[in-house]
């Protein structure tokens, strides 16, 4: 037993498993919040505003940037679809130029 503690000063090694993928009721989740936080945050933002400088425009300003900026995020971090598995790589970047192939150290 005592030959499974790490010596006292040295990291514990961590088991060896996969990152676990988040199911789709997680992620539904992640975008509601990220949506309702993001009209919360501009849109408190905005109301602040409104208060200092006694006006009503900019609680509708700040709820509209912060569904723009929400959706952005999301986008951003969910909007790509993972490649379908007989897809075919024509060795061609996403811009439609070739990429430069890959050479050995010190070649040109």
């Known amino acids: 037993m005592t030959e499974d503690d790490p010596?006292?000063?040295?990291?514990?090694s961590r088991p060896a498993?996969?990152?676990?993928q988040g199911s789709g009721a997680e992620t539904g989740y992640a975008v509601i919040g990220t949506m309702i936080s993001?009209?919360?945050?501009?849109?408190?933002?905005?109301w602040?505003?409104?208060?200092?400088w006694d006006t009503r425009v900019f609680v509708p300003v700040g709820?509209?940037?912060?569904?723009?900026?929400a959706i952005y995020l999301v986008v951003a971090r969910y909007g790509g679809l993972p490649p379908s598995p007989g897809?075919?790589?024509n060795g061609r970047t996403p811009g439609g130029r070739r990429s430069r192939p890959r050479t050995q150290k010190g070649q040109r």
Do not use: K, N, Q
């Open 7 to 12: 010596i006292r000063g040295e990291p514990r």
């Open 17 to 20: 498993r996969a990152a676990s």
């Open 38 to 46: 993001g009209m919360a945050v501009w849109g408190g933002a905005g």
């Open 48 to 52: 602040l505003l409104d208060r200092w």
């Open 63 to 69: 709820i509209l940037l912060g569904i723009s900026v």
């Open 87 to 89: 897809a075919s790589d």
